[in-house]
C-alpha cells in the first residue's frame, strides 16, 4: 500500500525563493530513490513563505531507508532557510 508523507515548510522572512529552490533540488534527489512512487512540491497562493512537500512511498520502510540515504546533509539547504521545523506526518489512502 502506497504511504504519503506530508510536510508543511514555511521559510524564514525574505527567504521564500530560497526555500522554493532548495525544495526543488530536494524533489530531484527524492525521485530516484528506491520505493518512491512520486513527490510533488506546492506553493500556497496565499503565503509566499509556505510551501507543501507530498513524498509517496512503496512503503514506511522505503521512506525511512531514503531519509538514511539522504542523510542531514540531504537536507541541510532546506533546514538552513526554515523559520522553525517543518510540520510533516503520514498519510494512508481509503479505499
Same mark, same amino acid.
Given at each position: 500500500?502506497?504511504?504519503?508523507?506530508?510536510?508543511?515548510?514555511?521559510?524564514?522572512?525574505?527567504?521564500?525563493?530560497?526555500?522554493? $529552490?532548495?525544495?526543488?533540488?530536494?524533489?530531484?534527489?527524492?525521485?530516484?530513490?528506491?520505493?518512491?512512487?512520486?513527490?510533488?512540491?506546492?506553493?500556497?497562493?496565499?503565503?509566499?513563505?509556505?510551501?507543501?512537500?507530498?513524498?509517496?512511498?512503496? $512503503?514506511?520502510?522505503?521512506?525511512?531507508?531514503?531519509?538514511?540515504?539522504?542523510?542531514?546533509?540531504?537536507?541541510?539547504?532546506?533546514?538552513?532557510?526554515?523559520?522553525?521545523?517543518?510540520?510533516?506526518?503520514?498519510?494512508?489512502?481509503?479505499?
Amino acid at each position: 500500500m502506497t504511504i504519503l508523507r506530508h510536510y508543511r515548510m514555511a521559510a524564514a522572512d525574505g527567504r521564500g525563493g530560497d526555500l522554493r $529552490s532548495a525544495l526543488q533540488d530536494l524533489v530531484e534527489k527524492v525521485r530516484p530513490l528506491p520505493g518512491c512512487e512520486g513527490v510533488r512540491l506546492y506553493a500556497d497562493p496565499d503565503d509566499s513563505l509556505t510551501y507543501v512537500f507530498i513524498e509517496e512511498w512503496r $512503503s514506511l520502510d522505503d521512506h525511512k531507508a531514503a531519509g538514511r540515504a539522504l542523510g542531514k546533509e540531504g537536507f541541510a539547504p532546506v533546514m538552513a532557510v526554515l523559520s522553525g521545523p517543518p510540520e510533516g506526518r503520514y498519510l494512508e489512502p481509503i479505499p
